[in-house]
Structures are given as C-alpha cells and as structure tokens.
C-alpha cells in the first residue's frame, strides 16, 4: 500500500511538472487610438481629429515598421497598416511561460537599414528613393488637414532616417529610429498583449507640431526628421494583458 501512494504521489508530480513546463503562444495586439479613442480603418477619410496646435485632421494613410521584437529572439521586422488592417496581429508560437521584457524598435536601425534587400517591403513601395541615402522608411502617415483658411490641404508625415544633403555628394546620416521598452510582462498561459499607439502623440510632445509649417517633403528636412523620432518616443503604450 505504502508503495503504491509514493508511485501515485510521483505520477501526480511528474503530470503537473509537464503541465506547468509546456509552451504557449503570445499574440501581440497593434491598436491605434487619439487620446484614448480608438481609431480604426473605418476612421479614415473624415475630419475627425484635432492636433495640439489646433488643426483638424483626415488620417487617409497610415503604416508603420517595427523591428527586433524581444520576443521573437532574433532580427526580424513587421509592417504594420491600419488601412488595410494588416499586420496588426503578431503570434508567437512555442514561447516558455515566464517574465520577458517587452521591446522593439520603431524603424530599422542603420544595420538593418540596407537598401533594397526586403523584398516584401519593395513590393509594397515602403523603400526610400536613393537620392535620400535608400533604405526604408520607418513610417507612412498621410492625411489631409484644415488650413489657416480653412481649406483642405494635404500633409506626408513620414519618417526615415534623417539625412542632411547640404552636399549631395556626401550625404549625412543620422539614425532617427528608435527603442521602445514597454517594461516586463509575465506570460502564464496563451497570451494577448495589447500594444497601444496613440496617434496624436506624434503631433504633441515633446514638440508641438504646426501642419501649416511642416506639412508635406518632410523627408528630405534633416531637422524635421529629428523631431518626428523625439515625439514618436512618447507614442507607443502597454495596453490590456488577456491570460
């Protein structure tokens, strides 16, 4: 009988052992928000928003590159496109339960940053041109806004690495892309893990954004550029966390 018990007990153990060891999946959750209101696809094309300095805005475009997500444990990237409601969704299988450290960059940083080598993201236009130093952008955001006098005007906020071309012949760059640390989060069981982008962050902090000044050919702007990747650094958040 005594016997019995002890192999009853080591069963149970080695069956609870093999439960708790066993891998899961995570599925990271791109939501778009202004302010805490959601935006989706079916937002676009409306003048629904309104930016720090006080312009109205229409989101017509908007698409966005992360790379070397932690969890995924090597160089990778994603392209994210709210209009086409892309992307947005993120699983990762066969991950061991535990406390993880949540990151990622927004863009490609220089290394990563090689001209032409994406296929997937040459065939969907996201390069930028040679004249510009190639590589890829970091992000597409294109929309309409109302002017000083109240008409419909068009702005291209997008994001590459910065480069001065004060002399075409020796391009200057500097890397505009940046860490975005959301801090640890534990993974018990199959997960989703919202990660929250709030759009009108990159028109407000820490650089309060004038679309009648800086507005559209924003990418050739060495300066402009570096504004975008200072106000990008407050936009992304950890969202809700489901077990």
């Given at each position: 009988?005594?016997?019995?018990?002890?192999?009853?007990?080591?069963?149970?153990?080695f069956?609870?052992?093999?439960?708790?060891?066993?891998n899961?999946?995570?599925?990271?959750?791109?939501?778009?928000?202004?302010?805490?209101?959601?935006?989706?696809?079916q937002?676009?094309?409306a003048?629904?928003?309104?930016?720090?300095?006080?312009?109205?805005?229409?989101?017509v475009?908007?698409?966005?590159?992360?790379?070397?997500?932690s969890l995924?444990?090597?160089?990778?990237?994603?392209?994210?496109?709210?209009g086409?409601?892309?992307?947005?969704?993120?699983t990762?299988?066969?991950?061991?339960?535990?406390?993880?450290?949540?990151?990622?960059?927004?863009?490609?940083?220089?290394?990563d940053?090689?001209?032409?080598?994406?296929?997937?993201?040459?065939?969907?236009?996201?390069?930028?041109?040679?004249?510009?130093g190639?590589?890829?952008?970091?992000?597409?955001?294109?929309?309409?806004?109302?002017?000083?006098?109240?008409?419909?005007?068009?702005?291209?906020?997008h994001?590459?690495?910065?480069?001065?071309?004060?002399?075409?012949?020796?391009?200057?760059?500097?890397?505009?892309?940046?860490?975005?640390?959301?801090g640890?989060?534990?993974?018990?069981?199959?997960?989703t893990?919202e990660?929250?982008?709030?759009?009108a962050?990159?028109?407000?902090?820490p650089?309060?954004?004038?679309?009648?000044?800086?507005?559209?050919?924003?990418?050739?702007n060495?300066?402009?550029?570096?504004?975008?990747?200072?106000?990008?650094?407050?936009?992304?958040?950890?969202?809700?966390?489901?077990?």
């Amino acid at each position: 009988m005594k016997k019995f018990i002890v192999l009853f007990f080591i069963t149970l153990g080695f069956y609870s052992c093999s439960n708790s060891d066993e891998n899961v999946a995570v599925t990271l959750k791109f939501t778009q928000n202004w302010n805490e209101t959601t935006v989706t696809n079916q937002d676009f094309n409306a003048f629904k928003f309104t930016t720090k300095n006080g312009e109205t805005v229409s989101i017509v475009r908007l698409r966005y590159l992360i790379s070397n997500l932690s969890l995924q444990g090597e160089e990778n990237y994603f392209l994210v496109d709210v209009g086409e409601n892309s992307g947005n969704l993120i699983t990762i299988s066969d991950i061991a339960p535990g406390i993880y450290n949540l990151n990622f960059r927004f863009g490609f940083s220089d290394l990563d940053n090689q001209d032409g080598i994406y296929q997937d993201l040459n065939s969907v236009n996201f390069g930028v041109p040679g004249m510009l130093g190639g590589g890829y952008h970091y992000m597409q955001f294109d929309g309409k806004y109302k002017d000083t006098n109240n008409q419909d005007a068009n702005f291209n906020y997008h994001a590459i690495r910065a480069v001065d071309r004060s002399n075409p012949n020796n391009l200057v760059f500097e890397d505009t892309s940046f860490l975005v640390n959301l801090g640890t989060v534990e993974i018990k069981n199959n997960t989703t893990i919202e990660i929250k982008m709030n759009i009108a962050e990159w028109f407000k902090n820490p650089n309060t954004w004038n679309l009648n000044q800086l507005n559209t050919v924003l990418m050739p702007n060495f300066d402009a550029q570096k504004l975008i990747s200072a106000n990008g650094k407050t936009v992304f958040s950890l969202g809700t966390i489901n077990q």
